[in-house]
């Protein structure tokens, strides 16, 4: 009898000692993490390392600063998406879900979640962010595709009406959707699928009108490369970035974009290649996924590019400053 009792104590033991590893996991698991939408902003460290290559020029652009971000604040990194506030600053989305405010050249910036439902990264997948003339933020995420939209041009992001959902999208790869969103003067929007290609090598793209009306469009791609980025250079031009990221091979590109026959109801955008460089270019490359235009009162218009590290050791933060240097004309129908 005695022999029975230990062995129901030590049943009793392991019994509990599951238990308690059973609270231990779903706690980990279920509780938000630390990037979630319960913390706020905070102030961050940032570094930037000089790099080689100011002042070179590749097709109508010079760069005039490169530079390597750092910081240890442990959620920097992962920078998918970047626009311009009228003050100089940049906003840029992380496909972890957070947003980094911060001045080029500047020591600190600010970080913060994006306000959005869900904690795992299928929910969380921001790789784009635009400014509409109304004053909204709109933010495009993929695996799940939508669009939100948030109060204000910049931080914090208050979410302001229900998220934009297209059935065109279902049939988007969930990690080759909605990398690309542009804004367009009247608030039309341009959101282009990184990998919907048709067989002339087009993209797949939505113009979403203010009304909400949407039609299928294809704009002319890069030849193995996909599109990461996109901005409205002007009423009826898109600049897009594009970017090669292989095991074997990194390079990156930007195309202009017309957007007037697809404006005056056609189906395709036809596009030409402006500057291209690789490793062994001219400009640092890592893996470009992120664009944004700022126009100045007087002297040329000014076009950042930033890298997503993917919170790799083995890549880079970079941040590329460009100055246009003669006029983008526009493209002819092919």
Same mark, same amino acid.
């Given at each position: 009898?005695?022999?029975?009792?230990?062995?129901?104590?030590?049943?009793?033991?392991?019994?509990? =000692?599951?238990?308690?590893?059973?609270?231990?996991?779903?706690?980990?698991?279920?509780?938000?993490?630390?990037?979630?939408?319960?913390?706020?902003?905070?102030?961050?460290?940032?570094?930037?390392?000089?790099?080689?290559?100011?002042?070179?020029?590749?097709?109508?652009?010079?760069?005039?600063?490169?530079?390597? !971000?750092?910081?240890?604040?442990?959620?920097?990194?992962? !920078?998918?998406?970047?626009?311009?506030?009228?003050?100089?600053?940049?906003?840029?989305?992380?496909?972890?879900? #957070?947003?980094?405010?911060?001045?080029?050249?500047?020591?600190?910036?600010?970080?913060?979640?994006?306000?959005?439902?869900? #904690?795992?990264?299928?929910?969380? #997948?921001?790789?784009?962010?635009?400014?509409?003339?109304?004053?909204?933020?709109?933010?495009?995420?993929?695996?799940?595709?939508?669009? !939100?939209?948030? $109060?204000?041009?910049?931080?914090?992001? =208050?979410?302001?009406?229900?998220?934009?959902?297209?059935?065109?999208?279902?049939?988007?790869?969930?990690?080759?959707?909605?990398?690309?969103?542009?804004?367009?003067?009247?608030?039309?929007?341009?959101?282009? $699928?990184?990998?919907?290609?048709? $067989?002339?090598?087009?993209?797949?793209?939505?113009?979403?009108?203010?009304?909400?009306?949407?039609?299928?469009?294809?704009?002319?791609?890069? #030849?193995?490369? $996909?599109?990461?980025?996109a901005v409205a250079l002007d009423e009826t031009?898109?600049?897009?970035?594009?970017?090669?990221?292989?095991?074997?091979?990194?390079?990156?590109?930007?195309?202009?974009?017309?957007?007037?026959?697809?404006?005056?109801?056609?189906?395709?955008?036809?596009?030409?290649?402006?500057?291209?460089?690789?490793?062994?270019?001219?400009?640092?490359?890592?893996?470009?996924?992120?664009?944004?235009?700022?126009?100045?009162?007087?002297?040329?218009?000014?076009?950042?590019?930033?890298?997503?590290?993917?919170?790799?050791?083995?890549?880079?933060?970079?941040?590329?400053?460009?100055?246009?240097?003669?006029?983008?004309?526009?493209?002819?129908?092919?």
């Amino acid at each position: 009898m005695r022999r029975v009792a230990i062995s129901q104590a030590g049943q009793y033991a392991g019994l509990a =000692t599951l238990l308690l590893a059973a609270i231990w996991i779903l706690w980990t698991e279920l509780r938000p993490p630390a990037t979630a939408a319960n913390q706020p902003r905070h102030s961050i460290a940032i570094t930037a390392a000089p790099l080689a290559g100011a002042g070179s020029k590749v097709g109508p652009f010079r760069l005039t600063s490169a530079a390597v !971000l750092t910081s240890p604040e442990t959620s920097f990194g992962g !920078l998918s998406g970047l626009a311009a506030l009228p003050d100089g600053r940049l906003l840029a989305v992380t496909d972890a879900g #957070d947003w980094l405010l911060f001045r080029p050249g500047a020591p600190s910036g600010e970080m913060g979640s994006i306000s959005m439902p869900g #904690d795992v990264k299928s929910d969380r #997948d921001a790789e784009a962010i635009g400014f509409t003339p109304d004053g909204r933020t709109l933010v495009s995420l993929e695996q799940q595709h939508r669009i !939100l939209g948030f $109060a204000g041009h910049g931080p914090p992001l =208050t979410p302001a009406g229900e998220p934009l959902y297209r059935t065109d999208t279902m049939g988007w790869p969930p990690n080759g959707g909605g990398e690309s969103l542009a804004v367009l003067g009247d608030g039309s929007l341009i959101w282009i $699928a990184e990998n919907v290609v048709s $067989a002339n090598g087009a993209r797949t793209a939505l113009l979403v009108a203010p009304s909400g009306s949407t039609s299928r469009i294809m704009i002319d791609g890069v #030849d193995g490369f $996909a599109p990461t980025d996109a901005v409205a250079l002007d009423e009826t031009h898109l600049l897009v970035l594009h970017r090669r990221f292989t095991g074997a091979e990194t390079a990156a590109a930007i195309s202009i974009v017309d957007l007037a026959p697809v404006l005056a109801g056609g189906s395709a955008a036809p596009g030409r290649v402006l500057a291209r460089w690789g490793r062994d270019g001219k400009w640092p490359v890592d893996n470009m996924e992120g664009i944004a235009l700022v126009r100045r009162k007087t002297g040329p218009p000014i076009v950042y590019l930033v890298s997503d590290d993917n919170f790799s050791a083995a890549q880079r933060t970079l941040l590329l400053q460009l100055e246009i240097t003669s006029a983008l004309v526009p493209v002819s129908v092919r």
